[in-house]
């Protein structure tokens, strides 16, 4: 079975972006924006952490990457689970240390996911923690 970006719809998602490499927004951006979802970027930690601790978005998903400027993504992951314990965060990094990534997972990432991300991962993982909602109505 092939997965097609254009068959996943999630209007009304909020989903967050905390990477600094352009050209990895971009992928990122053009990926989520053709679902229907709202996307907002955020290209260090600290304007990451100021928004969550200042704004009342609700947050449907985050994308992380490991190594961002001025605080990185373990520590803004600990800061955003501290009021968000719901919402999934997906790690996306270059680095690939069992150290890495068993540091990832302590501080609250339900999935650590090495770059590059082709595109049918985003979608699966997409659909995993987004569309859960209507298949969880559907259990008989």
């Known amino acids: 079975m092939t997965l097609n970006i254009n068959d996943l719809q999630l209007p ?9 490499d352009i050209p990895s927004i971009r992928y990122y951006e053009t990926l989520l924006k053709s679902t229907g979802a709202e996307v907002k970027v ?37 800061i955003f689970r501290k009021g968000n314990r719901d919402v999934p965060i997906l790690m996306l990094t270059a680095y690939a ?24 991962k985003i979608i699966s993982l997409l659909e995993k923690y987004l569309k859960h909602e209507k298949s969880a109505t559907i259990v008989g």
């Not at 998602?13 to 600094?20: G, S």
């Not at 985050?62 to 992951?77: A, K, Q, R, S, Y």
Request: glycine letters at 6%; aromatic letters at 12%; one cysteine or more.
């Open 12 to 20: 009304g998602k909020k989903i967050i972006i905390v990477e600094d």
């Open 42 to 78: 955020f290209r260090n930690g600290k304007d990451f952490v100021d928004f969550i601790t200042h704004d009342n978005w609700k947050t449907d998903l985050v994308l992380m990457d490991f190594l961002v400027p001025l605080i990185n993504g373990i520590e803004c992951m600990r």
């Open 97 to 120: 240390s069992e150290q890495s990534k068993t540091e990832a997972y302590l501080a609250g990432c339900n999935e650590y996911i090495l770059k590059p991300v082709y595109p049918e």
